[in-house]
């Protein structure tokens, strides 16, 4: 059994915005699912003297393969809810940052549930090759016998495109995205019975040509996030099936935390670049099975780095998860 009081190295890195625990995999963690929903609260999770923003969108638990050519890197990740998500394309970049710090190497696979994933970094801009976005109903999934994805789902006078970009997603497009209050419209979108999955809920609106504003209410996160990767390349493909851009045609898509350029080509496969940083490094607590609550104190202790602890956690047990692309472990 592990020691209650135990540390592990973590690092914070963000993608525009969408921001990540990283945790190497190899490392003894026995319930990942409490140690995500300890570390990730916007209220007392992780902090550290270089930012004022507590938690993360999720804990990225990652290893390494380098007997691969390219290397290999194997991505979890564990969201707020403690939900496993089969894909996040920020979270690929970052895995992929991660991987570069770790190794050197500048083009890597990283092996997600939801399939493997080129990715190639130059700098600090990273491209993930994203797959081909599903359509299908069944695929997204969605309770329907429709053949199409379009559905009536109304939000006042929008309507959504559902579509799996390794998750799904219901995106609407929209005149003034400023003018929406996501976090009250997504809600009842997200939980609903059309999407036994559920969905994340992401909004665009056309600024230019080939230029989009976005915001995504993540499901998992059961909140509007800064920036979400598979959601701008879910604008992209339904914008490219109604019309409205071309294939092989960059687009900018921008969410509330930076630029992403994505491209769908002429045979539907999807591209992702945008930057990444890495914020910082500290020590979190391993939440045990063991440690009903924890005798920290609810705000982190500064340490040498950082300490992140809470009072309240879920003391549920975990097997290594492995879902499904359409299956998030709840
Ligand atoms: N932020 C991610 C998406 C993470 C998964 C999502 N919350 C879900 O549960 O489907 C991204 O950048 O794609």
């Known amino acids: 059994m592990s020691d209650e009081s135990a540390l592990v190295t973590a690092v914070k890195y963000h993608g525009t915005g969408n921001d990540f625990i990283i945790v190497d995999d190899t490392k003894e963690i026995p319930n990942r699912r409490a140690f995500a929903k300890v570390h990730c ?36 990740l564990i969201q707020p809810d403690g939900s496993t998500a089969a894909m996040c394309g920020n979270g690929a970049r970052v895995a992929a940052a991660w991987a570069a710090e770790q190794t050197g190497a500048t083009e890597m696979m990283i092996e997600t549930p ?43 006078s929008l309507s959504i495109t559902a579509v799996n970009t390794g998750v799904p997603h219901a995106v609407g497009m929209v005149d003034d995205i400023d003018s929406i209050s996501l976090n009250d419209i997504a809600p009842p979108i997200r939980h609903a019975d059309t999407f036994p999955a559920g969905v994340n809920v992401t909004l665009a609106e056309l600024t230019g040509a080939t230029q989009f504003r976005q915001r995504t209410y993540e499901r998992g996160v059961e909140d509007e996030t800064r920036s979400c990767g598979t959601g701008a390349v879910a604008i992209a493909a339904v914008a490219c099936r109604i019309g409205i851009i071309d294939t092989d045609t960059p687009i900018t898509v921008r969410p ?56 309240e956690h879920n003391n549920t047990t975990e097997s290594s998860p492995s879902p499904s692309q359409d299956d998030v472990t709840r």
């Not at 009903?292 to 104190?297: F, G, H, I, K, L």
């Open 41 to 76: 609260s916007r209220d007392t999770g992780v902090c550290h003297e270089t930012t004022d923003r507590r938690g993360a969108d999720g804990v990225l638990f990652l290893t390494i393969n380098q007997q691969h050519t390219p290397i290999q890197v194997v991505m979890t």
């Open 114 to 156: 939801a399939g493997t994933r080129h990715a190639t970094l130059s700098g600090d801009t990273i491209t993930i090759e994203m797959g081909t976005p599903v359509f299908t109903p069944r695929c997204v999934p969605l309770t329907t016998d429709r053949d199409t994805a379009l559905i009536d789902e109304q939000i006042g």
């Open 256 to 311: 509330p935390g930076g630029a992403l350029r994505v491209t769908v080509a002429s045979d539907q496969s999807t591209t992702l670049t945008g930057s990444v940083e890495r914020e910082f490094q500290t020590e979190l607590t391993v939440i045990t099975e063991s440690s009903p609550r924890s005798t920290a104190p609810t705000m982190p202790q500064a340490k040498s780095s950082d300490s992140g602890f809470s009072s």
